[in-house]
Every structure is written in structure tokens, then in C-alpha cells.
């Protein structure tokens, strides 16, 4: 054997001395106290011995032979230098037996317990080889102490028959001024943002005249503070509106603050109940800095469509949204409403066809707002067809009155006979919802170029693209609602008929749980409009009525509800069946009745799904609690809909979200 193998057989059998003198001082001990013991003591130190000579000789040849593998094709000088290698080398055994360290090793790691580091190491190579059947190549990062590792390695299978063992050679490369000159260098990067007071107007039609120009210096102020204090630059690039150049170190820190800004700005005082709010997006997405401004430009629209008075950060392609938890206050403009009805109008009589398309689990909105478009259409000549296939009760009676009615018999498709009537110049309208996920038909998407969306709902990041015309109203009712105004503000002289005109109204009557709900001046206008064409509330009302089955089974599940943080329902529904979704959505709204109740969550299994309905009267915000979860809405009102987990992992989760929701309202 070479000398440095003998080097590494002394550091093998070093311990192992260690072992042999504990047990011979305890034979000398049991000798002296009892001569019997003496004939005893000497077999078993021998044979310790004995077994001793033989695992070191066992070892010594494993690695030998590992050793010889990893330098197979290295000179016998380079084999020589393996032991005093510069790079830290540990070979140990899957099981945590250390067999040998080299110089650099124990140079590095003297100050620290490095076995509760390698442990977990070796415990994850470990797995990483039993899942790959010993095809794995080892290269991991892993922090030890206060530095980053880059762990290299090689695998050779141990010698022992009674389990299935490895020896590992591990280099342990420090990687740490390289991750920090990287963090530096990443950190030094621009972020573009953009801030905009959501409420001018309003606020300089409130304001004093004499005191306008002092309360847009508080504001300014404010803002300017914000952005300075990171050494960035900021220039206002409009009466109500900031861009501003940041480093990307700071990002971190906007996120650890939560936008406080957001409560800085609202917490000037005005003559007013209104409060003064912001919107704010920051971006780092993009090659330069024109890239980066125009991601955020993408950001502030989403922002904006949910309402203000909200952060988003969009980094690596995601969304990150902070604040947004007070009520949405209407300010639409009619000028606006009849812009965008002169412009939907004209791009129906420029296509060949017409196809009109709502959201999964269709509802009485969604319907009545395709209906709406659907004599708007006719008006114009246009061949119009509604895709949906609505089942179960979420509709109520009105499907039956709906599929009775002689127009509607041939005009309703399904998706395939939709998509043989499309041509290159058909139209798609997507109605109540702007998601490319939750429309109800998503391969339509992909097949149609021309594309119309009216929502109201607050806007999510996988917002439907590419669109001709987005009339997206947050501060909207109802979708009906928005449709109802391009029936009054089209050129066209539209006339609804009775049934038309009914599902519109209840489409608003729902969604706003009979005008108590998110209702505007606009709403109670949409409403009169429909009035005019005789609808008849109480046959609307009667459509949605629960059969006496459904209302036990919501008393049911009002009477199991849990109450968390005192003033927070949440009721499970334990069946399933195809009406899960539409039955939690009104047990939610009844457990509002409750006294004390500020926020109510029930869900139900439907399918291969977990369904939550959230309902709040305002002092919570349900739609980012759900959002959280993939879900969405509006603060009062909002879904969500989970995939593989049980109902008891859902209410888990959902009590994970509602924590971390009131630890950042506290």
C-alpha cells in the first residue's frame, strides 16, 4: 500500500483504538472484581480485536477501490494530492457513518457541528439515489452555518449484504461571495413603477378650491418620500399620475412594508368621508427599462380593474398584490358607457356571426347578459348563438321557461356545434367573467381572433388577451348591469322582449342579493330601464325560490357552523351532488343574517373539486382571502375552487389564509 493509503488507513482505525481501550479498561475491571470473569473477558477482547482487524481491512479495501474510481484516470501524483485537496472532502456512508475527512475538511468545519448539517444532506442524496436507482449525479446547494455549499459527489455501493448502504465522496464547494456578488449584481437592476391617485376627481370636486393645491402637496409629498428615501427618481407625469425608477433591493422592502403607503396617502385628512387612495404597480419583467415600463403599464391595468387602492408587484412573470381592502366606490362615466356601446355595436355589424359565451357553472348574470347581447345583435341582422350547457339548479325555473321558448331552441349551442358555425370573422363575446380559466368553453379561446369581454369582477392576472374591446367595470353590480347600459346607449333602437328583459333584471337582482349589495345610482338606473318593458318581479323572485329539500339542507349546514375569531362562520357541506356550488353560495348568504357574523365561508365537494363560497358585509375582504386560493370576486362577495385535497385539508387551508389575512389587516 502507498503511503498516503496508509495515511488514510492510521485516520480509518483512528477511532476505532478508541473503542478497543473502553473495552479492554472494562475486562480489567470485571477481572478484578470477579476472577471468573477473567477467561471471559479475554475471549471477548479478542474476538473484538479480531473483528476490529477485520472491518478495518474491509474498509481500507472499499476505499481503496473508491478512491481508485474517482481517480482512475488521474496520475499517481494527482492520487497522492486527493488526501490534502484544497476543496473539502468527506466520505461517509448513507447511513451518517463519517469514514474519512480530508485536512481541508476539518480546516473548514473545525467551529461547528457539521454532523447536524451533513445529516440532512446525506438524507436527501439518499432518497435522490433509492428514486433514480443509483442513477444520480450529485449536485446540490445547500447553507452550513452562515455560508452557501455547492455539494458535489460520487456513489459507490457499500460492500454490506444485510442493507442497502453507499459510501459517498463529497466536495463541498463554498459558493458564497459568488451568491452575493450575484444577489449584489441582481439588486443593482432597475424596477420601473407607477403610482396613480385612483380619486382625483372626485377629491378636487369635494376640496375647497383654496385648499386643493395645499392637499395635492401633502399628497405629493407623501408619494415623493416613499421613492426617494430608496434613492430612486421620480417624475410626475400627469395631474394624477407618478412613474418612478428604483433599484431592485428595495422591492423586497415595498413587499416587507406591505405598501404602506397605500395607508399614508389615505390617511390624510380631507373634508370628506372619501378617503384618498392610490394605486401602485412595480415591475422588474423585461429586458430594459422600456420592456419593464410597459409590464407595469400591464400591472396598473389589472390594479385598476380591481378597484384600487391597491400595490401589485409583477416579478418573473407573477403577481403579487397588496392592499385593496376597502369597498369599491362607483365612479363610472355615461360618456364612457356610450362610447363603448357605439363600439361593440360596430364591430358586431362589421362580423359574419356572432357567439356569445359565459363562465363554468352558468348563472342567471351571465345567461341574461348573453341574452341582452343577443337582441342587440338581431338588431343589427347579425346571426347570433349563445354557447352554453347549463345544468342543474343554479338557474332555477328560468332554464325550463328559457328551453320553451321557441327563439331560444335553436340558437342555444353546444360546443361543438359552435365551433362548426365559426368563420375567420366571427365574433366571440365573453360575458361575466374575464378569465381564460373559468370561461366555460376554453379551447373557443384559442379558435376565435375576434374577442369582446364585459365583466365586473375585480381583474385577475390570467385575464383573457388580445381583446378588441374589454368593457371590465369593477364598480359594477352586475355584468346585466353593464349590458343593460349598452342596451340604453347603442344608436340602435333596441327592444328587448319580456324575457330578455326579466333575465337581465334578475341577473342584477342576484348578484346584488335584492339591491342590498354593491348597488350604485347605476344600478337602480339599469333597473328602471328594464322596469319600463313590464318585468315582473315576483315571477323573477319566483325562479330563484328554493324547493323545501334545499332550504333544510342549508339549515343543515347553518346549524353546523363553526365560529372563528368570533365573528367568522365556517359551515362544511359533507354530500355532493351537481348543485353543491349553487347551495353553499346560499347558505353563505344566510349565515350573513346572523348576528355578530362579519364573514361567512361554507364549501361542499363537487365532483373532483372543493368548492367555497365567501360572503362579508364589508368589514372583511373575502375576495383576497379566496384569492389566495386561486379563487376571486369582490370584497363582499367571492369563490374558489380546490383541486386534490379533501374538505377537511380545504378548511385546513382556508384557516391558513384567513390568519395570514388579519395578521396583515392588524
Request: aromatic fraction near 8%; hydrophobic fraction near 40%.
Amino acid at each position: 500500500m502507498s503511503e498516503k493509503n496508509d495515511i488514510i488507513l492510521d485516520k480509518l482505525i483512528s477511532k476505532n483504538i478508541i473503542y478497543i481501550a473502553i473495552i479492554a479498561i472494562l475486562c480489567i475491571i470485571l477481572s478484578i472484581y470477579n476472577l471468573r470473569w477473567v477467561i471471559p473477558s479475554i475471549v471477548v477482547f479478542s474476538m473484538t480485536i479480531i473483528y476490529t482487524l477485520w472491518i478495518s481491512g474491509k474498509k481500507r479495501t472499499e476505499i481503496e477501490n473508491h478512491i481508485q474510481d474517482i481517480t482512475s484516470d488521474v496520475s499517481t501524483a494527482s492520487r497522492g494530492n486527493l488526501v490534502n485537496t484544497p476543496i473539502p472532502l468527506v466520505l461517509i456512508e448513507t447511513g451518517g457513518n463519517i469514514i474519512w475527512r480530508s485536512k481541508k475538511f476539518v480546516e473548514e468545519f473545525q467551529n461547528i457541528d457539521i454532523s447536524t448539517y451533513l445529516n440532512p444532506i446525506v438524507k436527501e442524496i439518499k432518497l435522490d439515489i433509492e428514486k433514480n436507482d443509483e442513477n444520480v449525479e450529485i449536485s446540490k446547494q445547500f447553507n452550513i452555518d452562515k455560508k452557501v455549499y455547492k455539494i458535489l459527489g460520487s456513489i459507490l455501493k457499500s460492500k454490506k449484504k444485510k442493507q442497502k448502504e453507499y459510501i459517498l465522496s463529497l466536495y463541498f464547494i463554498d459558493e458564497t461571495k459568488y451568491n452575493e456578488l450575484f444577489d449584489n449584481y441582481n439588486n443593482s437592476k432597475t424596477c420601473i413603477g407607477i403610482a396613480m391617485i385612483d380619486n382625483y376627481e372626485e377629491i378636487m370636486q369635494i376640496v375647497l378650491p383654496e385648499r386643493r393645491i395645499e392637499l395635492l402637496a401633502k399628497i405629493e409629498k407623501e408619494i415623493i418620500d416613499w421613492v426617494t428615501r430608496t434613492g430612486g427618481l421620480i417624475i410626475k407625469t400627469e395631474r394624477d399620475s407618478f412613474i418612478y425608477v428604483f433599484e431592485q433591493a428595495y422591492l423586497s422592502e415595498f413587499e416587507k412594508e406591505k405598501f404602506n403607503i397605500l395607508d399614508k396617502v389615505k390617511s390624510i385628512e380631507i373634508d370628506s368621508r372619501i378617503p384618498i387612495t392610490l394605486s401602485i404597480a412595480a415591475s422588474n419583467d423585461g429586458e430594459n427599462n422600456y420592456e419593464k415600463y410597459k409590464t407595469a403599464l400591464a400591472a396598473m391595468e389589472i390594479v385598476l380593474g380591481r378597484g384600487g387602492d391597491q400595490a401589485v408587484i409583477r416579478k418573473n412573470g407573477k403577481y403579487k398584490f397588496f392592499g385593496g381592502k376597502t369597498l369599491e366606490v362607483e365612479k363610472r362615466a355615461k360618456v364612457k358607457a356610450r362610447t363603448i356601446a357605439q363600439s361593440i355595436a360596430r364591430v358586431i355589424d362589421e362580423s359574419d356571426n356572432v357567439v356569445i359565451m359565459g363562465h363554468k357553472n352558468i348563472d342567471i348574470d351571465a345567461i341574461g347578459s348573453a341574452l341582452g347581447l343577443y337582441r342587440l345583435s338581431k338588431t343589427l341582422e347579425k346571426e347570433c348563438y349563445i354557447v352554453s350547457e347549463p345544468t342543474g339548479k343554479s338557474l332555477g325555473k328560468f332554464l325550463e321557461v328559457l328551453k320553451n321558448d321557441e327563439e331560444y331552441k335553436n340558437n342555444i349551442l353546444t360546443e361543438q356545434e359552435a365551433t362548426d358555425i365559426l368563420t375567420e370573422n366571427t365574433l366571440l363575446v365573453i360575458v361575466d367573467t374575464h378569465k381564460t380559466s373559468y370561461v366555460e368553453f376554453p379551447d373557443l379561446l384559442e379558435k376565435v381572433e375576434k374577442k369582446i369581454v364585459i365583466d365586473h369582477h375585480r381583474k385577475a392576472p390570467d385575464c383573457i388577451e388580445n381583446t378588441m374591446i374589454s368593457f371590465h367595470e369593477v364598480y359594477a353590480s352586475s355584468t346585466a348591469e353593464l349590458v343593460t347600459e349598452i342596451m340604453q346607449y347603442a344608436k340602435e333602437d333596441i327592444k328587448l322582449n319580456l324575457l330578455e328583459a326579466e333575465s337581465l333584471y334578475g341577473g342584477i337582482m342576484v348578484d346584488t342579493k335584492d339591491f342590498t349589495f354593491k348597488t350604485g345610482v347605476r344600478t337602480f338606473e339599469a333597473a328602471a330601464y328594464l322596469r319600463k318593458y313590464g318585468v315582473d318581479i315576483i315571477r323573477v323572485k319566483k325562479w330563484f325560490q328554493a324547493d323545501l329539500e334545499s332550504y333544510n339542507t342549508i339549515a343543515d349546514i347553518v346549524r353546523n357552523v363553526e365560529i372563528y375569531n368570533d365573528t367568522i362562520a365556517i359551515s362544511v357541506y359533507e354530500e355532493e351532488n351537481e348543485d353543491s356550488n349553487l347551495i353553499c353560495a346560499k347558505a353563505a348568504d344566510e349565515l350573513l343574517t346572523i348576528s355578530d357574523i362579519t364573514a361567512s365561508f361554507v364549501m361542499a365537494k363537487m365532483g373532483e373539486k372543493i368548492c367555497i363560497s365567501g360572503r362579508s358585509i364589508g368589514n372583511i375582504n373575502v375576495q383576497i382571502i379566496l384569492e389566495k386560493l386561486g379563487g376571486g370576486g369582490h370584497i363582499t362577495l367571492a369563490g374558489a375552487q380546490l383541486e386534490g385535497v379533501t374538505l377537511e385539508e380545504a378548511k385546513e387551508e382556508l384557516i391558513v389564509r384567513i390568519n395570514e389575512y388579519l395578521t396583515e389587516t392588524e
